[in-house]
């Protein structure tokens, strides 16, 4: 048996953050074994209700486009008054979890912080959907509003992109995809990028972090990574490992934020010193006593509302 060399994360966490963990959901059941890809889904998204309760009213739209892989659905989420900009979501849950109504609240505070239409991407999941097609989705929806920005009423001049967890990797790859194509979309004014993974096999907070309590152990990595790449080599890919991409010019401003007790924050440090070594714009911070996906739980912890208008002020500066 490999020994488990990890930190006593339990005792280390916030109070809030342990408020959170001993939320008992009595509707629950136990979490399905991880070769049930459907049950897990199915499980996700019936936790998440309780987190995504009394979050704030605004208009919602929702179509169905095409894109690169045939239909895909988006949501907006509209505050009042006129946006001054759209800001194109991806949604969290390691490629195989996750959708709109998952990061419903999140995409809601993110839309009423930045004052900015908040465009959420139903991407398709693996490992059903493969590297890279959620990126060509993106990258789709994307195309498709700026060739139509007037009809569905979106300001497109100045566009971003942000996401958490898996959906910051995929944000972050997005924008690098558009820069290397060359393809128009307006301007990216901002990436805003909470707990992300951004290509690293290994690192120490991988080693020293990560368990039971966040689902997030080197073998659950593992999993989530198998799902998503087709083939060993895409591991080596620039917009699977990011640091394997020319980081040293053309990023849009990227705000980087993490947890301080998850196993994936040296991949978001690594990015950081990175970026700010080849003098391109970004801030970094570090939300201390928290977990990964955090970001959820904003109805009881005041670091995931400031996450989130950490993240809005960021955006909103670069316009």
Same mark, same amino acid.
């Given at each position: 048996?490999? +020994? ?16 959170? &963990? ?33 979050? +704030? ?10 894109? /690169? ?27 195989? #979890?996750?959708?709109?109504d ?6 809601r505070?993110?839309?009423?912080? @930045? ?8 991407? =398709?999941? =693996? ?47 997005? /924008? ?26 290994d =690192? ?10 966040d689902?997030? @152990? ?10 998503? &790449? ?7 890919? +620039? ?22 007790f998850?196993? #994936? ?5 690594l ?9 391109q +714009? ?9 977990l ?28």
């Amino acid at each position: 048996m490999k +020994p488990e060399n990890k930190l006593p994360v339990l005792t280390c966490i916030s109070e809030e953050m342990q408020t959170v &963990l001993n939320v008992h959901q009595d509707d629950l059941p136990p979490w399905p074994p991880a070769d049930d890809v459907k049950a897990m889904r199915q499980h996700y998204q019936l936790e998440r209700r309780f987190w995504n309760l009394d979050a +704030p009213a605004m208009t919602t739209r929702e179509y169905t486009i095409p894109g /690169a892989h045939g239909e895909l659905t988006t949501r907006f989420y509209c505050p009042e008054p006129e946006s001054q900009a759209t800001l194109f979501y991806l949604h969290g849950g390691g490629f195989i #979890l996750g959708n709109l109504d998952t990061h419903d609240r999140i995409m809601r505070l993110l839309a009423q912080y @930045s004052r900015c239409t908040v465009v959420g991407i139903d991407y =398709s999941l =693996s490992p059903e959907a493969r590297f890279p097609q959620a990126i060509e989705e993106t990258v789709s929806a994307c195309q498709f509003f700026h060739q139509h920005a007037d009809d569905y009423q979106l300001n497109m001049s100045h566009i971003g992109f942000a996401g958490d967890s898996a959906g910051a990797m995929l944000a972050l790859a997005s /924008a690098l995809w558009l820069r290397d194509k060359r393809l128009d979309c307006g301007k990216v004014a901002g990436v805003l990028l909470w707990y992300g993974l951004y290509g690293l096999q290994d =690192s120490p907070s991988r080693r020293l972090l990560g368990g039971k309590w966040d689902g997030l @152990s080197r073998d659950d990595l593992k999993i989530f990574e198998n799902a998503y &790449l087709r083939t060993a080599e895409d591991q080596e890919s +620039p917009y699977y490992c990011l640091f394997n991409n020319d980081l040293t010019r053309d990023v849009p401003p990227c705000f980087i934020a993490t947890a301080e007790f998850d196993p #994936l924050i040296d991949d978001s440090r690594l990015l950081f010193d990175t970026l700010r070594t080849h003098r391109q +714009p970004c801030e970094y911070k570090m939300y201390p006593g928290t977990l990964h996906s955090f970001l959820h739980y904003s109805r009881m912890m005041r670091s995931a509302d400031e996450a989130l208008q950490d993240g809005a002020r960021f955006f909103t500066a670069q316009l």
